[in-house]
């Protein structure tokens, strides 16, 4: 048991650490063991510097830079235990949108056996989907779902 | 494995039978604020098991029942398909196809079917979980849930990479 | 003292109702009071309808509809107890680009005695601002603030 | 009453001083993820007299102090003006300018000002609170924090209404 807690800590560490810059653009970030002596009672802490930036207490970061983070460290688990499909409800909320587009293009370049499904309503999310659907509700309270081409909902 | 479809039908907003088909990659769903988008996140995980009436923004399980407007009246039967290519057998049950419905009826009662095969609620939990995809996997990040992974303390935290072994 | 909070009360419950329907583009709402026979004990129920839709428990609302429901109530607040200046950090994340620019409209229609200040990144609130000012960094984790014109932001 | 400025010097990421003048109408903050526009708000609250230091995201006190980069060393003291127009007296003080002044050192001692005369830091918020703009008036709605006001349970929320009166 702690032998495989340790690979599996150090395979989602060691993604985390890789996926950070990506999603960044740059920095660096770590999760690190609270007590390595004694794996089967350690917590684990998440350190992360944005580009530029000193590492300080995770409480301090912005709030687009926590989102991210935590985008960051999903990627990471999902690298080391693939799920078939992942459905992201509106994550990139509090993103600017330099930091949506690396997003997006982290989700598009991702290995296309996982399904990714995206609700959004950001722009530089759906140009890079592969595919959209539109809900609407033409009737007051009734949910209509329809295929949208991706050029019309981004020009809208 | 893949998720190949969605059905829904009386959950929600979702009064008329809509069927979503997925292919590989990135799908996006967009639309106005209230038309429905986190209902069909909703009804993936009602349809996979989730028991909480609170965690679907109910009081009660019946709440997911389409509850008319004013130009139609309330509906007495939700209903979820979720359709999956099993052919990698990631999904442990033997077959290519896996198809899987809960239904719910104003009373309460409710139904689960299996490749069309009567089951209990648990025996569609059991199928997700011993496959990996279930509750405490990354497969769902519900609106407004994605820093969740922060609010853990170290300790707890522990656990999310447990689970991911 | 029932007196007093039985005024403000009405007062408040008769702005949000009269708002609700100019930050929706229709649609309904009210504050309800729980126990209106007991007015020192009594709780208040907040009933919001979206356009076209039923009223239902506020629960069911979308995040965005809870959202706007929320600025709305604190919109009804100030009116009845003006306050000098208000800062709003990112209250409409959540928000779809038609209720941003409702939500945008009524601040700029806001009496202008009234300060808002508003950290935004929709371009329909920027752009229904008086004037904006820029925070960078182009030195690493050190702020920098710089007046920047409106048509230049909302192009960009 | 209105504000006309506000000085930030040393307080988080902003080293450098800094001031913004405040008009009428609406003034909008923009920038990038990270460069400082939640750090305003928080500057504005710390002056008036915010107590807790995880309400400002820290741990203690001087967390609030320039910390320093990779170029920059850290800073020994944050300081935060904010210049108000009182010539309505919607401040209890008989001045038509009044100036509220905050500093923390790293050794966590603190020093605050009214109109440039040492005072204590309940000065600074009964002279808010006395005013209606204090800590349960709606004048500053904080980042995440929008949906507040509904995670009131509804005896709660009568609270809200008689702080209102
Ligand atoms: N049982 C029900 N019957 C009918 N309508 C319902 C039911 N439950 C929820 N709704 C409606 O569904 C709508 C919410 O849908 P949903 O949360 O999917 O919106 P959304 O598209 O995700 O919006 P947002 O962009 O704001 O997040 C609400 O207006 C609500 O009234
Ligand atoms: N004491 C400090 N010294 C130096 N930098 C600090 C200090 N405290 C916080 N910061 C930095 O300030 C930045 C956060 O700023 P802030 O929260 O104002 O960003 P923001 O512009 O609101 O971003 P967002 O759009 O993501 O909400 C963080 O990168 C953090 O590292
Ligand atoms: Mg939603
Ligand atoms: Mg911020």
């Given at each position: 048991v702690r032998a495989r807690f340790k690979a599996t800590f150090r395979a989602v560490s060691e993604a985390f650490s890789e996926i950070f810059p990506k999603m960044f653009g740059g920095g660096q970030a770590a999760l690190i063991l609270t007590d390595p002596e004694d794996l089967l009672n350690t917590g684990v802490e998440i350190k992360a510097s944005p580009p530029g930036k000193k590492l300080q207490k995770l409480s301090l970061l912005s709030g687009g830079e926590r989102a991210l983070t935590a985008i960051t460290l999903l990627f990471a688990i999902i690298k080391v235990r693939p799920v078939p499909f992942c459905i992201l409800d509106e994550v990139e909320a509090s993103l600017d949108d330099a930091n949506v587009a690396r997003f997006a293009d982290f989700l598009r370049a991702y290995d296309a056996k996982t399904q990714f499904i995206v609700i959004t309503h950001r722009k530089g999310t759906m140009m890079r989907a592969n595919r959209l659907y539109g809900v609407t509700m033409q009737e007051s309270g009734v949910s209509k779902v329809v295929s949208v081409a991706i050029s019309d909902q981004v020009s809208a | 494995m893949s998720l190949t479809s969605l059905i829904i039908s009386g959950f929600k907003s979702f009064a008329d039978k809509t069927e979503l088909t997925f292919d590989k990659g990135v799908t996006g769903i967009v639309g106005p604020n209230g038309s429905g988008k986190s209902n069909i996140t909703e009804a993936v995980r009602w349809a996979m098991g989730e028991q909480s009436a609170k965690g679907l923004r109910g009081e009660h399980m019946p709440d997911v029942i389409f509850a008319g407007t004013q130009l139609r009246p309330a509906m007495n039967l939700a209903l979820v398909t979720l359709k999956f290519d099993n052919q990698d057998r990631a999904?442990?049950?033997?077959?290519d196809q896996i198809e899987i419905t809960r239904k719910i009826f104003r009373d309460g009662t409710s139904e689960f079917y299996i490749n069309q095969k009567s089951c209990r609620l648990k025996d569609i939990v059991s199928l997700f979980l011993d496959s990996g995809i279930g509750r405490s996997s990354f497969s769902i990040i519900s609106q407004g849930q994605v820093e969740e992974i922060f609010n853990s303390r170290p300790e707890d935290r522990r656990t999310i990479i447990e689970e991911t072994a």
């Open positions: - | 999904l442990k049950k033997d077959a």
